[in-house]
């Protein structure tokens, strides 16, 4: 019998003789030798490639069993050499397994294309901002619209509205109220989604299921309730500044009241902002954190400051294209990727994550029917109803018809970009359905699950990854750049200018009190963003924090619109103690989340099909977050409740204080102070024909002109 064994099909060994062992055993060697150098001066393959791990098991082997057998058949060889060519492979595939550490930095390319698009976006937004700071400005002063005298503008009645439409404070804070419908409805949907509801929601929905998803509902409730109650009487107002209705309703203590409790939102709030997006960026480059937020934010804070409300505007015009492309992009790829949607579809429903709130009044569930429509409509009225942001992009429209108009888009606008982020969510779970990033370490935070997925989905595209990062960043970019704004309008107007009232601010000094103020609070959120890092998941983080400070305060304002029986001692006095019990429940709240004494359960994950190697402890160490949790502490409640506590807080204790202070004379109270049904009402009862102008609705106003 004469066997050939042949490699790579060009070195073949000759027969062996069946008889003289000795003979048999020299020509195993000769024949060994020869097929060792000729292996070894061959084409070399990928160490992947089942002949090169063949190749490599037949130079350990051969040798020895040469040596060994003295009457071995070439058939014996050959088989000897297949059996450890097999074992050497199984090895050979188990160290090959990828970490977790090495999957996440392999995820990491971030190409040359991808930081072209992210910095034509950051380069993009400078250029609006330095153009609305210089080049606008300059063509203005060459047309004499810029006032070259150097009064406060503050006159009252119609001459001194038109008179403050051409000064600094109203062109850098309001556009002079002459801003467009369109591109203020855009920047509204734009600074409204943060880079931490952009990423959040789809973390949410990923994590909860779509209970969230129904807050959705109460947009257009909330948009009712805004546009019958509060904006109208802002609008007659013409207030650039939201807590000047504090004053004119109650006293000058309660408008410093609201005015610190902003800022102290905005100190807290800043970071947040954009601590998300760095998380992202982190995901995708592998740059740090403390990195990216000092080139961002120092970006930012540029074209804020020289821009004004028109350069933020502006670039959120562009952002927020950036975002609607972007999640088109997600969506269209990820469920391609998946097989469409039916598979998007049934993996969330055998996932248990299409779900809807639960039928209780326990305030301690996450996410109930009565928190969802309930506490998720207060929560809602307070941003897009008495948020300073919201309030001073409304007041930069010319008249109450404007108003009205960009009020719908922004509502269906806000609506489709959130539906999107419900979308990813889902996507995100399809995607990972049977092995949890969370769970093996791959996505080290929350918050960086839905870049995870970007880069799995979009990875392949060179600019995609970039495309995405860029929205985060846009949404990020517009939540910071509106805040700065409207801080530098609080602190003007609340802090600033009320003790100037006997030496009147020139307009130079307007201009640099108001852009000092973005720089002062642009810088200091770099340092905050060190803070934010350890505090939780960022979008129950934001609600809690932001509800606890606005609950109150929606509650003045209500009791201010709607109850004008309300005095100013009693309204003080409720507002301390709910902002008191609110700070309280929060911190406790923070506290009992940082240290894990209570958790709301989450939908249960699997790991059953990771390819990749992980610490099975952490998975382990997990699954308390996945068993019931029950609480009976009153900081244990649904995150969506805090808006409306305060609220409700503020009104009950204003009402009760009245008992011991007074009730306040109802026809003492600026009619205009009211809401525009209780004006209607007060009107049957007197007769207002002799109003003076400047005590006239804004609309009546503008059209004497």
Not at 99 to 126: K, P, R
Not at 595 to 621: A, Q
Request: proline share 4%; aromatic share 10%; hydrophobic share 45%.
């Amino acid at each position: 019998m004469s066997t050939t064994i042949k490699e790579a099909g060009t070195t073949t060994m000759d027969p062996l003789p069946s008889t003289d062992s000795t003979s048999t055993v020299a020509n195993a060697i000769t024949q060994t030798v020869q097929f060792i150098i000729s292996s070894t001066t061959s084409t070399p393959k990928p160490p992947s490639s089942s002949h090169s791990i063949a190749s490599t098991a037949s130079l350990t082997t051969m040798p020895t069993t040469a040596a060994a057998t003295t009457a071995a058949t070439t058939a014996e060889l050959a088989s000897a050499a297949t059996t450890a060519a097999t074992t050497t492979a199984t090895a050979a595939i188990g160290i090959e397994k990828l970490s977790v550490s090495d999957l996440s930095t392999a995820l990491q390319h971030f190409g040359i294309v991808d930081y072209i698009v992210f910095i034509a976006m950051l380069v993009v937004c400078a250029v609006i901002g330095f153009y609305f700071g210089f080049i606008e400005k300059k063509q203005k002063k060459e047309k004499g619209q810029v006032p070259t005298d150097e009064k406060d503008g503050d006159g009252a009645g119609a001459a001194g509205n038109e008179e403050r439409r051409g000064s600094e404070a109203l062109d850098y804070l309001v556009g002079g109220r002459k801003m467009k419908v369109f591109p203020v409805a855009l920047s509204l949907v734009a600074s409204f989604v943060s880079g931490i509801s952009l990423l959040g929601t789809s973390t949410e929905i990923y994590v909860y299921g779509t209970q969230y998803a129904f807050i959705l509902i109460t947009l257009a409730i909330s948009g009712l309730i805004s546009w019958y109650i509060f904006l109208p009487v802002f609008c007659n107002l013409q207030l650039t500044s939201s807590y000047e209705y504090f004053e004119r309703r109650f006293s000058r203590r309660m408008r410093l009241f609201g005015a610190s409790l902003f800022v102290l939102k905005a100190i807290i709030w800043l970071p947040i902002a954009v601590y998300v997006p760095a998380l992202t960026f982190n995901q995708v480059s592998g740059i740090g954190v403390h990195t990216i937020t000092p080139i961002v934010i120092i970006i930012c804070t540029f074209y804020t400051t020289v821009g004004g409300i028109k350069g933020v505007v502006w670039t959120d015009v562009v952002q927020s294209t950036i975002m609607y492309g972007s999640l088109i992009v997600i969506m269209v790829k990820g469920t391609m990727d998946l097989g469409g949607i039916d598979v998007v579809w049934q993996r969330n429903s055998d996932g248990g994550r299409l779900n809807a709130p639960e039928w209780t009044l326990d305030p301690t569930v996450r996410l109930s029917v009565f928190s969802v429509f309930v506490g998720g409509t207060l929560f809602k009225l307070q941003s897009t109803s008495i948020n300073q942001a919201t309030i001073q992009r409304f007041m930069s429209l010319p008249s109450l018809k404007e108003i009205k108009h960009t009020l719908y888009i922004f509502s269906i606008g806000l609506t489709l970009l959130y539906l999107g982020c419900v979308y990813v969510g889902l996507v995100c779970y399809a995607t990972y359905y049977d092995c949890d990033p969370m769970s093996t370490g791959l996505a080290g935070r929350r918050d960086q699950l839905v870049p995870l997925l970007v880069m799995r989905v979009l990875g392949v595209v060179p600019g995609l990854p970039g495309l995405f990062v860029s929205a985060v960043f846009s949404a990020a970019l517009s939540s910071l750049s509106t805040l700065l704004n409207s801080l530098s309008a609080v602190i003007l107007e609340d802090f600033v200018k009320p003790r100037m009232k006997n030496k009147p601010m020139t307009e130079r000094t307007v201009a640099l009190t108001m852009r000092l103020v973005v720089v002062i609070f642009g810088i200091s959120s770099i340092f905050m963003v060190y803070v934010v890092e350890h505090l939780g998941m960022v979008l129950q983080l934001s609600a809690t924090l932001q509800s606890s400070l606005y609950g109150p305060m929606l509650g003045i304002f209500t009791v201010g619109m709607l109850m004008p029986w309300v005095g100013e001692k009693s309204m003080f006095f409720s507002s301390i103690i709910s902002f008191s019990i609110m700070a309280w429940i929060a911190v406790n709240a923070q506290i009992a989340n940082f240290t894990g004494t209570f958790r709301h359960t989450k939908l249960p994950v699997s790991v059953e099909n990771c390819d990749y190697e992980f610490d099975m402890n952490r998975y382990l160490n997990s699954t308390s977050e996945y068993e019931p949790h029950s609480g009976t502490s009153i900081y244990h409640m649904s995150f969506l409740m805090y808006t409306m506590m305060g609220s409700s807080l503020n009104i009950i204790i204003s009402n009760l204080a009245t008992f011991i202070f007074g009730r306040q004379d109802v026809n003492s109270v600026d009619i205009e102070l009211l809401a525009p049904f209780l004006q209607r009402r007060f009107r049957k009862n007197k007769e207002y024909d002799a109003v003076p102008m400047k005590q006239r609705p804004f609309v009546e106003v503008e059209q004497s002109h």
